[in-house]
């Protein structure tokens, strides 16, 4: 089975500087990996996910993250973040055999003027 | 193209009811997952259905049931409701089969599920 940490319950920064949110797994397989968005009383929306190839995986709104499979890492990272990007964030991952998708306990990113 | 719809947004039950909740697929996708998030936590996946059969299920009792009809609009029915089963309700929809082919998923807004 799969399982996915997310090392901060929470994070706060000031609007424009860097953030990087962190996120590790554990899986007997391959897997797919994913950061999500959740902006309040909405669902999920996609930022960015990496199935294959370039370990440096760029999203939407300036987000990118790198896959590191030594240290089973997925760490998502914005160098200057917006009051807009307020959210929960969720790294997720789901294993190349089957559609049981594991989702962390999520990040909540607050951004201060 | 429209989005993944859900319904009803909000919803109240009593500890051993039944409640059905309804979503609709954005247009193309053959693909519907579900999901249950309890408060302050991530989604937990309940199961998923292609092209209206299940396609692989989480770890959640036979009381959560589901279906999917020939337009790829789904059902998560749960029977004798208990206190847990209060949550965010996702749906999801993607083309293919979904996560097992890297495919998007995209969610709708959720239903607001509290059991009293």
């Known amino acids: 089975a799969q399982s996915v940490t997310q090392l901060d319950s929470q994070v706060p920064v000031f609007e424009e500087a860097p953030v990087e949110l962190r996120c590790n797994y554990s899986?007997?397989?391959?897997?797919?990996l994913f950061w999500y968005v959740q902006y309040p009383n909405q669902g999920l929306q996609l930022l960015l996910k990496?199935?294959?190839?370039?370990?440096l995986v760029k999203g939407i709104n300036g987000f990118e993250a790198e896959f590191n499979k030594s240290q089973t890492s997925f760490h998502l990272r914005k160098p200057s973040v917006h009051i807009s990007d307020t959210a929960e964030y969720f790294c997720?991952?789901?294993?190349?055999?089957?559609?049981?998708?594991?989702f962390g306990a999520g990040t909540r990113l607050t951004v201060k003027p | 193209e429209t989005g993944v719809t859900q319904s009803p947004t909000h919803l109240i039950k009593t500890r051993g009811q039944q409640v059905t909740l309804r979503c609709s697929s954005q247009?193309?996708?053959?693909?519907v997952s579900w999901y249950q998030q309890a408060l302050g936590q991530g989604p937990q996946f309940i199961f998923q259905?292609?092209?209206?059969?299940?396609?692989g299920r989480g770890n959640f009792p036979p009381r959560f049931s589901g279906l999917q009809f020939p337009n790829y609009s789904s059902e998560l029915n749960v029977n004798a409701l208990e206190l847990d089963d209060s949550a965010l309700y996702l749906c999801?929809?993607?083309?293919?089969?979904?996560?097992?082919?890297?495919?998007?998923?995209?969610f709708g807004q959720g239903t607001r599920l509290t059991v009293v």
């Open positions: 997720a991952v789901s294993p190349h055999n089957n559609n049981d998708m594991r």
């Open positions: 990496y199935l294959s190839g370039s370990t």
């Open positions: 999801a929809s993607s083309r293919g089969q979904g996560i097992v082919k890297g495919a998007e998923a995209f």
């Open positions: 899986s007997s397989v391959s897997v797919y």
């Open positions: 247009s193309g996708h053959n693909t």
């Open positions: 259905y292609y092209r209206e059969e299940e396609n």
